[in-house]
């Protein structure tokens, strides 16, 4: 609340109370009436469905984890964006967000790497793949070089294929991120 005028931190209270019934506001009812009264000063949302965008964490602990992701605008909202980064959707404010000025045909390139990332992902994956799939969450280049997914994909199933021989890596680790090499590597049909 100390980012408000004295006049507009009484009124974020009493509005905050309202909300809580009466009672003593929880913190995030606190944060969420401050936000909204910050943003009837901003000026307007200019970001475009489509449009890639880096997530910058700041000091929004909701977006912890987040910093240096790609996320692609799937809904522009009057003060926030709703992303679509590597593992779902976020609702984010204008000021997390910084826009990575992409050409039309680079928007549309990132758009298929996130489908098909989109595809691969769910909370069931193990942890060892969620951080590839994370890692590719925070490319910040508009494509995949040919080492990544094209040309070398043989040799890096096959690296993925002794590691689980030898490692004893389980077999849906295996399997989750052949589909995924898979998947990337057909970017381009």
């Given amino acids: 609340m100390t980012k408000l005028e ?13 909300l809580a019934g009466g009672k003593v506001p929880t913190g995030r009812i606190v944060k969420d009436v401050v936000q909204r009264i910050m943003e009837r000063t901003k000026v307007p949302n200019t970001y475009q469905i489509g449009e890639v965008c ?16 790609w996320g692609i605008v799937s809904q522009v909202n009057d003060f926030s964006c709703t992303v679509k980064l590597w593992d779902g959707e976020y609702t984010v404010g204008l000021q997390y967000l910084k826009s990575f000025n992409y050409l039309p045909v680079e928007c549309e ?7 098909r990332i989109s595809r691969v992902y769910s909370d069931s994956l193990e942890e060892t793949v969620k951080s590839l799939l994370q890692s590719l969450g925070k490319l910040n280049r508009p494509y995949l070089i040919p080492f990544n997914f094209n040309n070398d994909t043989n040799t890096l199933v096959g690296a993925w294929h002794y590691h689980a021989l030898t490692r004893k890596l389980s077999v849906s680790l295996y399997q989750s991120f052949c589909e995924l090499v898979l998947l990337l590597w057909k970017r381009n049909c």
């Fill in 109 to 115: 390139q990132m758009q298929l790497i996130s489908d």
């Fill in 54 to 69: 880096q997530i910058l964490v700041k000091d929004n602990p909701e977006l912890r984890g987040k910093g240096s992701c």
């Fill in 6 to 18: 004295p006049q507009e931190q009484q009124e974020a209270w009493l509005k905050a109370v309202e």
